[in-house]
């Protein structure tokens, strides 16, 4: 497939006619590095992620650095309820418990996508039952608003769209719940559809947990400006084949 090819397909899937479209690659064996290189603290190797065993589980997780004890915990008591308990997901009790034990307000996300050129789509795992609003604000206008995203159940994953954003626009953005800000971010809206100037889109596959793990490699995908990237499968799986709720 030509880098034409691809340029046709992105512009599709975004829903631009933008006239240069720029195509970035990533795959998990191949990066080109242009900052300093962060060297691991501990390596594992993707056969040995693959294994997918505790002690290399959180050999992974130290991998770059130990992680806030809140979140490493929480990290290693969830993984103890799925590895237990082949029915498990994330509203199990025990795992609500050590996010609450722990002290946080949410367990996944956000995560941006379904980008348009009048908004995007934010995707949460809260860890309560709450109320949840958005609070946009451009950030050169610093026009805001305010969306009111109803109720979210602890544990259950909550899509909250938002729209009537303006085209091409960077803003951030704040997730409140119950009153408390538990999330933030910015994002750029995608280009009407006649635009014409330069757009950048990534795209990958198979990252694996090494992969996810890696801040030098999510600092290149960062730092070369995309806008959007789409991703392929093999993201974090590595190795658990069948076993459903090793995967979550």
């Known amino acids: 497939m030509t880098l034409y090819e691809l340029k046709n397909i992105f512009s599709g899937i975004i829903g631009i006619r933008s006239s240069v479209v720029v195509v970035c690659l990533w795959f998990c064996s191949v ?3 242009a900052g300093p290189v962060i060297k691991p603290d501990i390596k594992v190797t993707l056969s040995e992620a693959h294994i997918g065993n505790l002690e290399i589980d959180t050999k992974l997780l130290d991998s770059y650095g130990r992680l806030p004890d809140h979140i490493r915990n929480f990290y290693l008591d969830t993984r103890a309820v799925f590895a237990g308990d082949a029915k498990a997901d994330f509203t199990h009790q025990n795992i609500l418990a050590a996010a609450r ?16 050129s009048d908004g995007v789509s934010i995707w949460l795992r809260t860890a309560m039952d709450t109320e ?5 604000t451009a950030i050169e206008s610093l026009a805001s608003k305010i969306f009111q995203a109803g109720s979210s159940q602890a544990g259950i994953a909550t899509r909250i769209h938002l729209s009537g954003l303006d ?3 960077a803003y951030a953005y704040s997730v409140m719940a119950s009153g408390e800000p538990i999330a933030e971010g ?9 635009y014409e100037g330069v757009l950048r889109i990534a795209f990958g596959a198979d990252f694996h947990k ?4 890696n801040p030098n490699l999510m600092r290149e995908i960062v730092e070369r400006g ?4 789409l991703m392929y499968g093999g993201s974090a799986v590595g190795g658990r084949e069948n076993r459903i709720n090793m995967h979550r």
């Not at 910015?186 to 006649?194: E, G, K, M, S, V």
Request: charged letters at 20%; a positive charge.
């Open 167 to 169: 085209a091409n626009t």
């Open 101 to 116: 034990k722990r002290g946080l307000a949410i367990m996944g996300g956000p995560l941006l996508g379904d980008l348009k």
């Open 132 to 136: 949840l609003e958005v609070r946009v």
């Open 210 to 213: 090494v992969g996810v793990h």
């Open 186 to 194: 910015r994002f750029t809206t995608a280009p009407p559809h006649d």
């Open 226 to 229: 995309a806008r959007v990237m």
């Open 31 to 33: 990066s080109l590095m």
